[in-house]
């Protein structure tokens, strides 16, 4: 049996919360709001980011503004679940009370999978519901929530400054010294970080993993070196190419043409 309820309270005007049961699927769909919501029963199929998984009770997903999304029935089976949406507005001061911010954070994260947390919401949105608790005293469950979440789910800025020093110091690294060969544990060392998290951290920043950031940049020398004249054997060597059909391969699968090709445009 379907049931729907929802909670919205004008003394409370930047939270809004649904609690269902049903087996209705949604088309993929967005919210101006920041949205925190669970299972209670059931299962269901999160998809977001171009990405599935399937989410049980004692799992969170919290979903930024204006993300594609979809929580749907795994199946045909009906689901229990509340879904709780926040005003960034109300988001970004209680951000600021936990960190020196000037906009609101966005979530790194989009499932948290952590037993106190899931129960604390599952509480904050009981007392919601509960027409006989205080508003002050739901104030202070959402608020106490929206800390908890953020803490879980938000990098914190001082974190975030340094990722950025940490990839603004990777891309100079990796656009020297073309003639060497560096592995991940070692640019990941030089810096202090987890080779694996640096790699995640660089390829969200920059687009590419740091092999091909290196790549491009050896192209690019090469595209200037040889629009100086440099020989073509000697411009490989000095770019990192171990012989000339490895950089005859990879330079013309960047611009299309071939090192003698592009060569002889610029040099008479």
């Keep these: 049996m379907r049931k729907e309820r929802f909670f919205k309270d004008e003394r409370m005007p930047f939270a809004?919360?649904?609690?269902?049961?049903?087996?209705?699927?949604?088309?993929?769909?967005?919210?101006?709001?920041?949205?925190?919501?669970?299972?209670?029963?059931?299962?269901?199929i999160y998809q977001i980011k171009g990405r599935e998984a399937v989410l049980a009770p004692g799992s969170l997903v919290v979903v930024n503004p204006d993300l594609l999304h979809a929580c749907n029935p795994d199946g045909e089976k009906a689901r229990t679940y509340s879904m709780l949406h926040l005003s960034t507005d109300w988001c970004f001061q209680v951000q600021q009370s936990l960190w020196e911010v000037s906009s609101f954070v966005k979530m790194e994260k989009n499932r948290i999978d952590d037993g106190p947390l899931y129960e604390q919401y599952r509480e904050a949105v009981s007392r919601l519901m509960d027409t006989k608790a205080h508003l002050q005293e739901k104030e202070q469950m959402l608020f106490d929530l929206a800390c908890s979440v953020f803490s879980k789910a938000c990098l914190s800025p001082g974190k975030e400054n340094q990722r950025r020093e940490n990839i603004k110091d990777l891309k100079m690294i990796l656009a020297q010294d073309l003639q060497k060969d560096f592995t991940l544990n070692s640019l990941a060392g030089n810096l202090g970080v987890n080779p694996y998290t640096l790699l995640r951290s660089f390829k969200a920043a920059v687009g590419i993993t740091p092999h091909a950031y290196r790549m491009n940049c050896r192209i690019e020398k090469a595209r200037?070196?040889?629009?100086?004249?440099?020989?073509?054997?000697?411009?490989?060597?000095?770019?990192?190419?171990f012989d000339q059909s490895h950089f005859h391969r990879h330079f013309k699968a960047m611009t299309?043409?071939?090192?003698?090709?592009?060569?002889?445009?610029?040099?008479?």
């Design 256 to 268: 299309t043409v071939t090192p003698q090709e592009y060569r002889v445009n610029f040099v008479q």
């Design 16 to 44: 809004e919360l649904r609690y269902s049961s049903s087996d209705l699927a949604f088309k993929p769909h967005m919210h101006r709001t920041l949205s925190i919501g669970a299972i209670e029963e059931g299962q269901a």
């Design 224 to 241: 200037e070196l040889l629009r100086r004249g440099w020989d073509i054997a000697e411009t490989a060597l000095e770019c990192g190419f």
